[in-house]
């Protein structure tokens, strides 16, 4: 790779195609990947993922809303896409992008059933959803035989699956909730199948699920944040790798002396001389404020660079008094080092948040090593 010149996000294929493969030798031969690439691909970018995943074999793709699933279609990915949370609004593009929506309640299942009749619809593929104990999105237990006869009375739909989502898959303390959600699903799911007559694919874990309840597979598995590269646990870390690097540049070095000020509302101020280097970087880009105030940092040239004072919005200011580094100089904000979990630990939030905070104005760049 040419050293970075400007605010990029590097796309590692081969990490994404390493991730796909460690996961799946968790799973027995016969159980199907159903990918996530919500929220551009966890803030990579979607259609180039999804393009390499299809080629990996994943047999399903989801995104939460309808828009993301419009354009992966518009990148000419053919295979079926989940929409995980359809809304109303949106059925028409669904049906017109060939997507198929998780149903989760009553009125759900109603709308969805008379705009599918309207439109002369025979088998469209939905999948339903149960609610096992998130208490988020999904029908309950009791809403069965409301289902199975309101299914009977139409030729519009087919169930193409029955899903759950697990609360906390990654968390060993709560292991016995998670084995009643399990135990929940597979209840509701053969009660189901028995008065449908069909056998729709059943799934229920995400990432951390396949690691800690490969016994919970059924027929499908989702995945989403594993394969750009984290499970939730820093052993299953140093099993994956990461598939997005965020780098920048060096834009000016600074002499600061002692008494000076740095950074908007003299967020820093210095009480020796420093040296700082200022970034084409700021929190639309990504960086939250809350890394300010040497909360966050940077790696230049392997040493490590703390922010100085606070995160502007297109900018900001790093200090490298005893780092060796000119303008032009690469920048490494997140990646091997420092690592996504890293920086998210130093402002108490998750990988999930920091990857998906990467802003559409960050140009990517997809490359196999
Ligand atoms: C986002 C999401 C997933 C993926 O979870 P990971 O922890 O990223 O693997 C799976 N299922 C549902 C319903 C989701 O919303």
């Known amino acids: 790779m040419p050293k970075a010149a400007e605010t990029i996000l590097e796309i590692d294929l081969n990490a994404l195609g390493h991730n796909y493969r460690y996961l799946t030798s968790k799973l027995e031969r016969n159980t199907k990947v159903l990918a ?13 993922i999804a393009e390499e995943l299809v080629d990996l074999g994943a047999a399903y793709l989801a995104v939460a809303y309808a828009n ?21 609004a949106n059925f028409n593009i669904i049906l017109n992008r060939c997507l198929e929506p998780s149903i989760y309640s009553r009125t759900m299942l109603k709308k969805f059933i008379a705009f599918a009749e309207k439109n002369k619809q025979k088998l469209y593929p939905i999948h339903l959803k149960f609610n096992t104990g998130l208490n988020r999105l999904g029908f309950r237990k009791e809403d069965i035989p409301f289902i199975v006869e309101t299914l009977s009375k139409t030729q519009s739909v087919k169930v ?21 959600q399990i135990n929940s699903f597979r209840n509701i799911s053969e009660k189901l199948i028995e008065k449908l007559g069909y056998r729709p694919l ?3 874990v995400n990432t951390s699920g396949i690691i800690n309840y490969p016994e919970a597979q059924f027929d499908m598995v989702r995945t989403g944040i594993g394969l750009y590269g984290f499970g939730n646990d820093p052993e299953e870390n140093k099993n994956l790798k990461p598939v997005s690097t965020l780098k920048t540049v060096i834009s000016q070095i600074h002499k600061i002396e002692a008494g000076e000020t740095v950074g908007y509302n003299m967020g820093f101020k210095a009480e020796k001389p420093v040296r700082t280097a200022t970034l084409p970087i700021g929190h639309a880009d990504g960086i939250s404020r809350a890394f300010g ?33 000119i303008d032009g100089d690469e920048v490494v904000v997140f990646g091997e080092n420092p690592s996504v979990e890293e920086l998210s630990g130093a402002i108490n939030t998750i990988p999930y948040e920091l990857l998906t905070a990467v802003s559409q104005r960050v140009k990517r760049i997809v490359y196999r090593k």
């Not at 919500?38 to 970018?45: T, V």
């Not at 993301?68 to 109303?88: F, K, M, N, Q």
């Not at 759950?164 to 303390?173: T, V, W």
Request: charged share 20%; proline share 4%.
């Open 36 to 48: 996530v690439v919500k929220a551009f691909g966890y803030g990579s970018d979607a259609s180039a």
């Open 68 to 88: 993301e699933g419009v354009s992966l279609r518009d990148t000419e990915i053919e295979i079926p896409i989940l929409v995980l949370h359809p809304l109303p």
């Open 160 to 180: 193409q699956s029955i899903l759950s989502h697990l609360a906390a898959s990654e968390d060993e303390n709560e292991r016995n909730f998670t084995l009643q």
């Open 202 to 204: 059943l799934h229920t």
């Open 293 to 325: 105030n040497g909360k966050g940092w940077v790696t230049i040239n392997g040493q490590k660079a703390p922010i100085v004072g606070n995160v502007c919005m297109d900018m900001i200011m790093v200090d490298v008094t005893n780092i060796e580094c």
